[in-house]
């Protein structure tokens, strides 16, 4: 195996371990929102990792920084936004977990109590909002997960530009 190929492996490993870290984030932020539901305690603790979740993305993309940047190669706005990207790539499976059982079992509660919340609204706009509940609970499972994942790589691709202006670093020539 070539030193090139050696180095893309070590790579690898590296975004799969800090996604893992990232993902563990992700995962105690969603199960803060589930049991926000009945105990509003754990809504603080959701906003909490609202803002840990880019912490962390910086915090691990900075030490890859660290262990890869050289004064001559420097660290480039790309590289920050490609491994913060790859971290949420990886993350956003672990999350999935969570995210399985809160729309698996959760929302389809919150659906039942507005549908009781809206037989008692008047005709005209409790007929509008019966149709687009009935659209929602129409929406498979693996779609609502589907666009959650695509939202944390989204949100990673937001994180990810911002990180790697912060960490960015021009090579130095002597």
């Known amino acids: 195996m070539s030193t090139q190929e050696q180095d893309k492996l070590k790579t690898t490993a590296s975004i799969a371990r800090d996604g893992l ?7 105690l932020t969603y199960l803060a929102r589930i ?11 959701y906003f909490a990792g609202l803002i840990l979740i880019p912490y962390t993305a910086y915090r691990l993309t900075k030490a890859y920084r ?3 940047a050289t004064p001559s190669t420097g660290f480039s706005w ?3 936004l490609s491994y ?19 729309f698996r ?3 389809p509660e919150i659906l039942d109590q507005l549908h009781e919340m809206l037989s008692n609204q008047p005709q005209a706009l409790g007929q509008q909002l019966q ?8 929406t498979p ?6 666009v959650d994942y695509c939202f944390t790589l989204f949100l990673g691709l937001v994180w990810g530009a911002l990180v790697g202006l912060a960490l960015r670093q021009r090579p130095f020539y002597q």
């Open 84 to 102: 913060t990207l790859r971290q949420h790539v990886f993350g956003g499976i672990l999350a999935l977990i969570p995210q399985y059982f809160y």
């Open 35 to 45: 049991l926000g539901l009945g105990y509003p305690f754990f809504s603080l603790i």
């Open 78 to 80: 790309l590289q920050g």
């Open 21 to 27: 870290k990232l993902g563990s984030v992700l995962c």
């Open 105 to 107: 079992y959760f929302v």
């Open 131 to 138: 149709e687009s509940l009935a659209s929602l609970e129409a």
């Open 66 to 68: 660290d262990q890869v």
């Open 141 to 146: 499972l693996w779609q609502w997960l589907w």
